[in-house]
């Protein structure tokens, strides 16, 4: 009988996941903030091999793993291909979220305050959130890869004119 699957668990951040390592045994794979920034520098550093929205090929995600500080990262254990292309995945839908609270929202955000909703602005909010669900957290507290996601990815933010 083949060695079964890890289970799979994550979350809207995507902070850990099971991941199955080559001799059938489950891993924890976890995301600190500094293997998250490793992650996008070397996005950033192998970005002209993309395709159009930084979509790689497998050849990449292998290439990405095996990079010394995700190889031998400060959380959890040694990012796997499919690991890092689906944490990539979840940074690029946070930042599409972010950036539309950012630029389109009509909220002032900011990485320390995020929307910085206090009770004057709480009913605006309510009803941002009921069509944005997943700008919910960020509602007094920003992102901290916003900054660095600008400068790989470009906003979809419209002039105002």
């Given at each position: ?7 799979k ?11 199955q390592?080559p001799?059938g ?18 996005i ?7 395709g ?7 050849p ?6 095996a ?8 959380k ?5 291909p499919?690991s ?8 690029r ?25 206090g ?16 700008a919910?957290?960020y ?7 916003y900054d660095?996601m600008?400068?790989l990815?470009?906003s979809k ?5």
């Amino acid at each position: 009988m083949p060695p079964r699957k890890a289970a799979k668990s994550s979350d809207h951040k995507g902070k850990s996941r099971s991941s199955q390592s080559p001799d059938g045994h489950s891993t924890q794979v976890s995301w600190s903030d500094k293997d998250t920034f490793a992650l996008l520098d070397f996005i950033d550093s192998h970005k002209a091999t993309a395709g159009d929205g930084l979509n790689f090929k497998a050849p990449f995600w292998n290439a990405c793993a095996a990079s010394p500080m995700l190889a031998n990262p400060e959380k959890g254990g040694p990012k796997t291909p499919k690991s890092c292309k689906e944490k990539w995945k979840r940074v690029r839908d946070t930042y599409a979220v972010v950036d539309h609270l950012s630029c389109s929202s009509g909220f002032a955000y900011s990485l320390k305050s995020g929307a910085d909703i206090g009770v004057a602005n709480e009913n605006s909010w309510d009803g941002y959130v009921k069509v944005h669900k997943d700008a919910a957290p960020y509602k007094n507290k920003g992102w901290l890869f916003y900054d660095r996601m600008s400068a790989l990815i470009p906003s979809k933010c419209k002039g105002l004119n």
